[in-house]
C-alpha cells in the first residue's frame, strides 16, 4: 500500500557526489602531507628503518583514495552510510599513519578534527556522535600505544614509558573539548541551516502554485466575461424560436432543454462572478460540518447522475468557516473520485476537538506510486486518473483556510482523500 501523501514537503540535505570529492580532495592532501614528511625523514636521515609500515599505509590509504574517485565517476548516488563510511576510512587510515610516526606525539594528529567538522556538516547528528567518538578513542589510544617516530619522538626507546608527557595530555584535552564544541554546535548550525532551506523550498513552491492559481483564476474571470454575450445571444434566439408557432413537439422540446441549459450557464457565471466579490471582501460564513458536506455532494450529484454515492455523518456536527471556493474545493475531490470509474463514491465525516476531517474514498484502481510522488507540486499534469489542476486548485483553497488534503490508497482497493478542516466552535 502506498504510504500516506499530504500536500507538505520535506527537504533535506544528503551527501553527494561533490561532497564525497570534496572529501577525497581533503584526504589527498593530507596524504601528500605525510608523504613530504616521510621524504624528509628519508632524506635526512638516509635510513629505511622504522618506515615500512608507515609507507604501507600511505600506500593503502591512497589506492582506496584512488578507488572512491572512481566511483564519483558513477551515477550511483552517496547515501548516508556510504558517506559515513568513508570518513570511518579515513579515521582509521589515519589512526594507522599517526601509530607509526609517534602517536599523540605527532602535530599531524590534530587532523582527527576534519572528519568530525564534515560529518557534522554532512551527516545525520547519529553519525556525527559516532564519528566524533571513533577520533577520540583512537587519539586516546595513540597517547599510549605507537610506535616512535626519529622526526617527533628522537629522543624515546623503543620500549617507551607508559605515562604520557603533560603536554601530550593536554594536547588531547584540548581536542576532546574541541571536538565536543564543534560537534555540538556545527550540527545545530547544519539543523538550522537544512530547515531554512526546506521552509524556502515550501516558500517558493507555494508563490509558483499561488502564481498559477492567480493565473487559473484570471483566465477563468476573463472566460466568464466573454461568455456573457454569447450566451445572452442564445437566449435571445431560443426565445425567439419557442414563439414560433410552427416549431413541433419534438423541437420545441429540445428548444426548452436548451433554455435550461443556457440558464444554468448564465447561473454558474453568476455564482463566479459572487465567489470573487466574497473573496475581495474575505467573506465567509460558520456552518455545521455535516450540513455543508451534505449539500456539497447533493449539489455535486445532480451533475453527476451516473455515480451512486454514500453519506454518513452523525448529529451534532461543529462549526467550520467556508466558502463557495471551499465547497467547489470539496466538489474537485469528488470529481477526481468519479473519474476514476467508480460505480461508488463514499463521504464520511468525522470530528476530534480541533479539526473536522470529511473523507471521500472511491473504489477505483488507486494512485500509481509515481503520480503519488507528483500529487501536490505545483506543475503536477492532468491525466486520466483526473488528478490535474483540479487537485492543485482545491490544495491552495483548503490550505487558505487553515487545513489540508491527504490522499493515500487504500488497503482494500480505491483511493481515500481526506479533507481536514479547522472547527470555528
Same mark, same amino acid.
Given at each position: 500500500?502506498?504510504?500516506?501523501?499530504?500536500?507538505?514537503?520535506? $527537504?533535506?540535505?544528503?551527501?553527494?557526489?561533490?561532497?564525497?570529492?570534496?572529501?577525497?580532495?581533503?584526504?589527498?592532501?593530507?596524504?601528500? $602531507?605525510?608523504?613530504?614528511?616521510?621524504?624528509?625523514?628519508?632524506?635526512?636521515?638516509?635510513?629505511?628503518?622504522?618506515?615500512?609500515?608507515?609507507?604501507?599505509?600511505?600506500?593503502?590509504?591512497?589506492?582506496?583514495?584512488?578507488?572512491?574517485?572512481?566511483?564519483?565517476?558513477?551515477? *550511483?548516488?552517496?547515501?548516508?552510510?556510504?558517506?559515513?563510511?568513508?570518513?570511518?576510512?579515513?579515521?582509521?587510515? *589515519?589512526?594507522?599513519?599517526?601509530?607509526?610516526? $609517534?602517536?599523540?606525539?605527532?602535530?599531524?594528529?590534530?587532523?582527527?578534527?576534519?572528519?568530525?567538522?564534515?560529518?557534522?556538516?554532512?551527516?545525520?547528528?547519529?553519525?556525527?556522535?559516532?564519528?566524533?567518538?571513533?577520533?577520540?578513542?583512537?587519539?586516546?589510544?595513540?597517547?599510549?600505544?605507537?610506535?616512535?617516530?626519529?622526526?617527533?619522538?628522537?629522543?624515546?626507546?623503543?620500549?617507551?614509558?607508559?605515562?604520557?608527557?603533560?603536554?601530550?595530555?593536554?594536547? *588531547?584535552?584540548?581536542?576532546?573539548?574541541? &571536538?565536543?564544541?564543534?560537534?555540538?554546535?556545527? &550540527? !545545530?548550525?547544519?539543523?538550522?541551516? !537544512?530547515?531554512?532551506?526546506?521552509?524556502?523550498?515550501?516558500?517558493?513552491?507555494?508563490?509558483?502554485?499561488?502564481?498559477?492559481?492567480?493565473? &487559473?483564476?484570471?483566465?477563468?474571470?476573463?472566460?466568464?466575461?466573454?461568455?456573457?454575450?454569447?450566451?445572452?445571444?442564445?437566449?435571445?434566439?431560443?426565445?425567439?424560436?419557442?414563439?414560433?408557432?410552427?416549431?413541433?413537439?419534438?423541437?420545441?422540446?429540445?428548444?426548452?432543454?436548451?433554455?435550461?441549459?443556457?440558464?444554468?450557464?448564465?447561473?454558474?457565471?453568476?455564482?463566479?462572478?459572487?465567489?470573487?466579490?466574497?473573496?475581495?471582501?474575505?467573506?465567509?460564513?460558520?456552518?455545521?460540518?455535516?450540513?455543508?458536506?451534505?449539500?456539497?455532494?447533493?449539489?455535486?450529484?445532480?451533475? !453527476?447522475?451516473?455515480?451512486?454515492?454514500?453519506?454518513?455523518?452523525?448529529?451534532?456536527?461543529?462549526?467550520?468557516?467556508?466558502?463557495?471556493?471551499?465547497?467547489?474545493?470539496?466538489?474537485?475531490?469528488?470529481?477526481?473520485?468519479?473519474?476514476?470509474?467508480?460505480?461508488?463514491?463514499?463521504?464520511?465525516?468525522? *470530528?476530534?476537538?480541533?479539526?473536522?476531517?470529511?473523507?471521500?474514498?472511491?473504489?477505483?484502481?488507486?494512485?500509481?506510486?509515481? &503520480?503519488?510522488? !507528483?500529487?501536490?507540486?505545483?506543475?503536477?499534469?492532468?491525466?486520466?486518473?483526473?488528478?490535474?489542476? $483540479?487537485?492543485?486548485?482545491?490544495?491552495?483553497?483548503?490550505?487558505?483556510?487553515?487545513?489540508?488534503?491527504?490522499?493515500?490508497?487504500?488497503?482494500?482497493?480505491?483511493?481515500?482523500?481526506?479533507?481536514?478542516?479547522?472547527?470555528?466552535?
Amino acid at each position: 500500500m502506498v504510504k500516506n501523501q499530504t500536500f507538505s514537503h520535506r $527537504g533535506a540535505l544528503s551527501p553527494s557526489i561533490d561532497n564525497l570529492r570534496n572529501l577525497l580532495l581533503i584526504r589527498s592532501i593530507a596524504l601528500l $602531507g605525510q608523504t613530504a614528511v616521510l621524504a624528509y625523514v628519508l632524506a635526512s636521515s638516509r635510513t629505511l628503518s622504522s618506515l615500512a609500515g608507515v609507507t604501507i599505509s600511505l600506500v593503502l590509504l591512497a589506492l582506496v583514495t584512488m578507488a572512491s574517485l572512481w566511483r564519483t565517476t558513477r551515477p *550511483w548516488p552517496v547515501a548516508d552510510r556510504e558517506f559515513l563510511g568513508q570518513l570511518l576510512i579515513d579515521v582509521l587510515g *589515519w589512526t594507522a599513519l599517526m601509530y607509526f610516526t $609517534g602517536g599523540a606525539n605527532n602535530p599531524f594528529i590534530s587532523y582527527y578534527i576534519v572528519p568530525v567538522v564534515i560529518a557534522a556538516a554532512v551527516l545525520p547528528w547519529r553519525h556525527t556522535w559516532l564519528i566524533a567518538g571513533t577520533c577520540i578513542l583512537a587519539y586516546s589510544l595513540l597517547i599510549r600505544a605507537y610506535q616512535p617516530f626519529p622526526l617527533f619522538t628522537p629522543h624515546a626507546a623503543m620500549g617507551h614509558g607508559d605515562s604520557a608527557s603533560v603536554h601530550v595530555l593536554g594536547m *588531547w584535552f584540548n581536542f576532546l573539548f574541541s &571536538v565536543g564544541l564543534i560537534t555540538y554546535f556545527v &550540527v !545545530r548550525m547544519a539543523a538550522i541551516l !537544512r530547515h531554512q532551506e526546506e521552509q524556502a523550498a515550501v516558500e517558493r513552491e507555494d508563490r509558483l502554485r499561488n502564481d498559477q492559481v492567480m493565473a &487559473v483564476a484570471s483566465l477563468a474571470a476573463g472566460t466568464a466575461h466573454d461568455l456573457g454575450t454569447p450566451l445572452a445571444t442564445m437566449t435571445v434566439l431560443t426565445d425567439e424560436m419557442l414563439a414560433s408557432e410552427r416549431l413541433d413537439a419534438t423541437t420545441r422540446e429540445d428548444c426548452e432543454l436548451l433554455k435550461t441549459q443556457i440558464a444554468q450557464c448564465k447561473s454558474t457565471l453568476a455564482a463566479l462572478s459572487r465567489t470573487a466579490e466574497l473573496q475581495s471582501a474575505r467573506q465567509s460564513q460558520s456552518i455545521q460540518a455535516g450540513r455543508f458536506a451534505k449539500e456539497v455532494i447533493e449539489r455535486w450529484a445532480v451533475r !453527476r447522475p451516473g455515480t451512486a454515492y454514500r453519506f454518513e455523518c452523525a448529529t451534532g456536527s461543529p462549526q467550520i468557516a467556508v466558502d463557495p471556493t471551499l465547497g467547489q474545493a470539496l466538489e474537485n475531490l469528488l470529481n477526481n473520485a468519479a473519474d476514476t470509474g467508480s460505480e461508488e463514491i463514499s463521504m464520511r465525516v468525522e *470530528w476530534d476537538t480541533a479539526q473536522v476531517h470529511i473523507q471521500i474514498r472511491d473504489w477505483g484502481p488507486g494512485i500509481a506510486p509515481a &503520480v503519488m510522488e !507528483r500529487i501536490g507540486k505545483p506543475m503536477l499534469h492532468a491525466d486520466r486518473s483526473g488528478l490535474g489542476i $483540479g487537485l492543485m486548485l482545491s490544495q491552495a483553497t483548503v490550505e487558505r483556510h487553515g487545513g489540508r488534503v491527504e490522499l493515500r490508497n487504500h488497503r482494500e482497493g480505491g483511493v481515500l482523500a481526506t479533507l481536514s478542516l479547522p472547527r470555528t466552535d
